[in-house]
């Protein structure tokens, strides 16, 4: 049975409450994941009373961990996916090579 968000403790969840507001941060060119843009994070606390923002903050990082991990993953698939493809693209024991001489 799949996880739900009160299966964890209210730290925990106090934690992915703030993790959700704020916002990603994706590499420009090649797409990647970077993470959360943690500059706004005193003002989440602020605004909504976090009792402890040090606890808070530590499982929010973990949660972010978790993230950037599976993401990694899962660019790693695609890649792979599209090195195949382009494998047998080019036909079974075909392979191209250029002379240049100079």
């Not at 959360?36 to 994070?41: G, H, P, R, T």
């Not at 989440?44 to 993953?73: C, G, H, R, W």
């Not at 080019?90 to 002379?99: D, I, L, R, V």
């Amino acid at each position: 049975m799949p996880l739900t968000m009160g299966d964890f403790p209210p730290e925990v969840q106090v934690a992915f409450f703030i993790y959700n507001y704020l916002s990603d941060r994706w590499e420009g060119m090649s797409g990647s994941y970077m993470g959360k843009d943690w500059s706004n994070i005193q003002f989440l606390f602020d605004l909504y009373q976090v009792d402890n923002p040090k606890e808070t903050y530590f499982f929010a990082k973990l949660i972010e961990a978790e993230a950037i991990s599976f993401y990694s993953e899962e660019a790693e698939k695609k890649r792979k996916a599209e090195e195949r493809k382009a494998k047998s693209s080019a036909g079974p024991g075909k392979s191209f090579t250029y002379n240049v001489q100079g």
